[in-house]
């Protein structure tokens, strides 16, 4: 028995690794010249690792000549090998990697082999045998089954895998059958592929049929389909163009909220060329969108991936968001699309060797409009941004319905490696979410009515676990200027008017930070005092909050908006509370009092409580 907690081999400057986690080896035996070839033998019984991490590195340059033989002077032979789990770079992590029989043959002109592999990876079971000789041309022969991890005896598909040729140039053939659902066709797909490994772009040619073909029973991740149609890729001379064609048709189309996939068709022509392996154009897609009973717009276009950056020209044409997914606005939306990518890979891997990789960055511009439907009211959509690692911007935003808009400005970025910096200005003019986000069908949010107007303008700074943090600690850890006003507005027919002020000095320290906040809802009145130093401890802080509620059953329509709370509406009653704290939460000491009469609200009923 043999046994390393961790053995770590590195090389390329240590840019490339192979890392290897509690490995143990039983049966191990040695043989010094087990035949003229081969200066050791070693034979393993029984050989596992918990873990197994494979860093490739940066890519090199391409193509790789064919190395000359495989024939190392070691003749290894493993009876059976796992790997519990192997993560190779970034790429989901294969489990339960199980070896039989693998042979490394150091007699020239013999084969290295593995009798049987068996690995999982991302809900399928993948088996395989194969073979490689170990003299030039290296001719090589695999094949395999893919199935389902949970499919047990009858699995929904099965699919079956053959590659045959040299490591030069490999012949690859896929079959996938399904079981047939009710009157449709048995999903089905055929793949042919050749394979050039070694050069800079590894697809020499490619042709897929696919028909009734369900993604769901791929990955439980992926949506309901029934895809039909096909793939082409054409890779002729080094100097001609390589032209890909591909044309789906979805008889199962529907929205994502409901487990479908909103597209009725889907046509794509792209180009590129071996002379330029680092550009890529798709000069024409088109995608026909739909829900599960009708039409629902398209979407059409060109990119163009040079390098690192990705360009995407597109367009919407009278495309329904609600019937991609009933959650989305109610409307359709006409308009051009487009959006510039940076520091992507780039389509040609030997680009890459050496560079460093360049933060990612999306620009994006859109300029939409339409109508909501069943409302003669004109809509439009306006926007302008990017985002990086660092900074996310939004230059311009304006939503209009009708009268209505809504506009806004905005720029969260890094302060620091403790905090971001939030800058963000905008209005409000009888603006109404529901077009915008109609929640669930029949919900209260839906019914309305709202009716919102406000002006803001903020530059705020905040911690670097602000999504992380409870409301309260956020609210005593914001430190910056501005303020909010919100006047005339309507909540769910309950009128609302509320502000809120924001004030920090230049030096920090005890009091250097106040905030008031003011909000009055169907007649009930909310106050909110702060001071304190959201860059201290917090033992300085100080805030006050005081309720008057006079009409609790006013607020009924809002608390209809929480199905939490329909069976608990106030139909009456009146409350009034003070609360006064200090410190920082959750270390925080609280002193005060509260009072509530003749409240009803679902099956509580209180004459008269104080505390």
Same mark, same amino acid.
């Given at each position: 028995?043999?046994?390393?907690?961790?053995?770590?081999?590195?090389?390329?400057?240590?840019?490339?690794?192979?890392?290897?986690?509690?490995?143990?080896?039983?049966?191990?035996?040695?043989?010094?010249?087990?035949?003229?070839?081969?200066?050791?033998?070693?034979?393993?019984?029984?050989?596992?690792?918990?873990?197994?991490?494979?860093?490739?590195?940066?890519?090199?340059?391409?193509?790789?000549?064919?190395?000359?033989?495989?024939? %190392?002077?070691?003749?290894?032979?493993?009876?059976?090998?796992?790997?519990?789990?192997?993560?190779?770079?970034?790429?989901?992590?294969?489990?339960?990697?199980?070896?039989?029989?693998?042979?490394?043959?150091?007699?020239?002109?013999?084969?290295?082999?593995?009798?049987?592999?068996?690995?999982?990876?991302?809900?399928?079971?993948?088996?395989?045998?194969?073979?490689?000789?170990?003299?030039?041309?290296?001719?090589?022969?695999?094949?395999?089954?893919?199935?389902?991890?949970?499919?047990?005896?009858?699995?929904?598909?099965?699919?079956?895998?053959?590659?045959?040729?040299?490591?030069?140039?490999?012949?690859?053939?896929?079959?996938?059958?399904?079981?047939?659902?009710?009157?449709?066709?048995?999903?089905?797909?055929?793949?042919?592929?050749?394979?050039?490994?070694?050069?800079? %772009?590894?697809?020499?040619?490619?042709?897929?049929?696919?028909?009734?073909?369900?993604?769901?029973?791929?990955?439980?991740?992926?949506?309901?389909?029934?895809?039909?149609?096909?793939?082409?890729?054409?890779?002729?001379?080094?100097?001609?163009?390589?032209?890909?064609?591909?044309?789906?048709?979805?008889?199962?189309?529907?929205? %994502?909220?409901?487990?479908?996939?909103?597209?009725?068709?889907?046509?794509?022509?792209?180009?590129?060329?071996?002379?330029?392996?680092?550009?890529?154009?798709?000069?024409?897609?088109?995608?026909?969108?739909?829900?599960?009973?009708?039409?629902?717009?398209?979407?059409?276009?060109?990119?163009?991936?040079?390098?690192?950056?990705?360009?995407?020209?597109?367009?919407?044409?009278?495309?329904?968001?609600?019937?991609?997914?009933?959650?989305?606005?109610?409307?359709?939306?006409?308009?051009?699309?487009?959006?510039?990518?940076?520091?992507?890979?780039?389509?040609?891997?030997?680009?890459?060797?050496?560079?460093?990789?360049?933060?990612?960055?999306?620009?994006?511009?859109?300029?939409?409009?339409?109508?909501?439907?069943?409302?003669?009211?004109?809509?439009?959509?306006?926007?302008?941004?990017?985002?990086?690692?660092?900074?996310?911007?939004?230059?311009?935003?304006?939503?209009?319905?009708?009268?209505?808009?809504?506009?806004?400005?905005?720029?969260?970025?890094?302060?620091?490696?403790?905090?971001?910096?939030?800058?963000?200005?905008?209005?409000?003019?009888?603006?109404?979410?529901?077009?915008?986000?109609?929640?669930?069908?029949?919900?209260?949010?839906?019914?309305?009515?709202?009716?919102?107007?406000?002006?803001?303008?903020?530059?705020?700074?905040?911690?670097?676990?602000?999504?992380?943090?409870?409301?309260?600690?956020?609210?005593?850890?914001?430190?910056?200027?501005?303020?909010?006003?919100?006047?005339?507005?309507?909540?769910?027919?309950?009128?609302?008017?509320?502000?809120?002020?924001?004030?920090?000095?230049?030096?920090?320290?005890?009091?250097?930070?106040?905030?008031?906040?003011?909000?009055?809802?169907?007649?009930?009145?909310?106050?909110?005092?702060?001071?304190?130093?959201?860059?201290?401890?917090?033992?300085?802080?100080?805030?006050?909050?005081?309720?008057?509620?006079?009409?609790?059953?006013?607020?009924?329509?809002?608390?209809?908006?929480?199905?939490?709370?329909?069976?608990?509406?106030?139909?009456?009653?009146?409350?009034?509370?003070?609360?006064?704290?200090?410190?920082?939460?959750?270390?925080?000491?609280?002193?005060?009092?509260?009072?509530?009469?003749?409240?009803?609200?679902?099956?509580?009923?209180?004459?008269?409580?104080?505390?």
């Amino acid at each position: 028995h043999w046994h390393a907690d961790r053995v770590h081999v590195s090389w390329a400057g240590g840019e490339a690794s192979l890392t290897l986690e509690d490995l143990r080896a039983d049966g191990l035996t040695w043989h010094w010249r087990p035949h003229s070839q081969a200066w050791l033998g070693v034979d393993m019984a029984q050989l596992a690792a918990r873990r197994v991490t494979v860093v490739t590195g940066p890519p090199g340059e391409r193509p790789l000549s064919v190395p000359l033989s495989l024939a %190392w002077p070691v003749q290894v032979v493993v009876t059976a090998a796992q790997v519990e789990e192997l993560i190779v770079d970034d790429l989901p992590p294969l489990r339960r990697l199980a070896l039989r029989e693998l042979v490394l043959d150091a007699r020239p002109g013999a084969e290295h082999r593995v009798a049987r592999a068996s690995v999982d990876w991302q809900g399928v079971s993948i088996s395989a045998s194969a073979r490689i000789g170990n003299q030039a041309p290296l001719p090589l022969a695999l094949d395999g089954t893919v199935v389902p991890t949970d499919g047990g005896d009858s699995p929904a598909w099965a699919a079956v895998l053959r590659a045959s040729g040299t490591a030069a140039l490999i012949d690859l053939d896929a079959t996938l059958r399904g079981v047939p659902r009710g009157p449709h066709d048995a999903p089905a797909l055929d793949l042919r592929a050749r394979l050039q490994l070694l050069e800079a %772009w590894p697809l020499a040619g490619l042709s897929l049929q696919t028909t009734a073909l369900d993604l769901a029973a791929l990955s439980t991740q992926a949506p309901r389909t029934r895809l039909s149609g096909s793939a082409e890729l054409l890779s002729t001379a080094r100097n001609e163009p390589l032209r890909a064609t591909v044309e789906l048709r979805n008889a199962l189309p529907g929205r %994502w909220n409901e487990g479908r996939l909103p597209v009725r068709s889907v046509t794509l022509q792209a180009l590129g060329t071996l002379e330029q392996p680092d550009r890529l154009e798709i000069t024409r897609f088109d995608v026909e969108l739909a829900d599960a009973t009708r039409g629902a717009g398209r979407w059409s276009g060109s990119a163009l991936w040079l390098g690192t950056e990705l360009t995407l020209d597109t367009r919407l044409a009278a495309v329904a968001p609600q019937r991609l997914d009933s959650r989305a606005a109610a409307m359709t939306l006409t308009g051009p699309v487009s959006a510039k990518v940076r520091g992507l890979p780039s389509p040609d891997a030997s680009a890459a060797a050496g560079a460093p990789p360049q933060p990612p960055q999306v620009d994006w511009t859109l300029d939409l409009t339409g109508a909501v439907e069943g409302a003669p009211k004109a809509v439009r959509l306006a926007m302008e941004g990017s985002a990086s690692d660092q900074r996310v911007e939004l230059r311009r935003v304006r939503a209009q319905a009708g009268a209505a808009s809504a506009e806004m400005r905005a720029m969260l970025q890094r302060a620091g490696r403790q905090a971001w910096q939030l800058q963000t200005a905008g209005s409000l003019v009888d603006f109404n979410p529901v077009p915008w986000w109609p929640g669930e069908a029949g919900s209260a949010w839906r019914q309305g009515p709202h009716r919102l107007s406000a002006r803001w303008d903020m530059a705020v700074r905040l911690p670097a676990s602000a999504a992380g943090m409870p409301w309260l600690a956020l609210a005593q850890r914001l430190a910056g200027n501005g303020s909010l006003r919100i006047q005339d507005s309507v909540l769910a027919g309950v009128p609302l008017v509320a502000s809120m002020d924001l004030k920090a000095l230049a030096v920090a320290g005890p009091g250097s930070a106040s905030m008031h906040a003011e909000l009055l809802l169907g007649g009930n009145r909310f106050t909110v005092d702060g001071r304190g130093d959201p860059g201290g401890s917090g033992r300085t802080d100080q805030w006050r909050a005081e309720l008057e509620a006079d009409s609790l059953a006013s607020l009924a329509p809002l608390a209809r908006l929480s199905p939490a709370l329909v069976d608990w509406l106030p139909q009456r009653g009146s409350a009034a509370a003070t609360l006064a704290a200090d410190g920082r939460w959750p270390e925080m000491r609280l002193e005060g009092h509260a009072r509530v009469q003749q409240l009803l609200a679902g099956p509580l009923a209180l004459a008269d409580g104080h505390a």
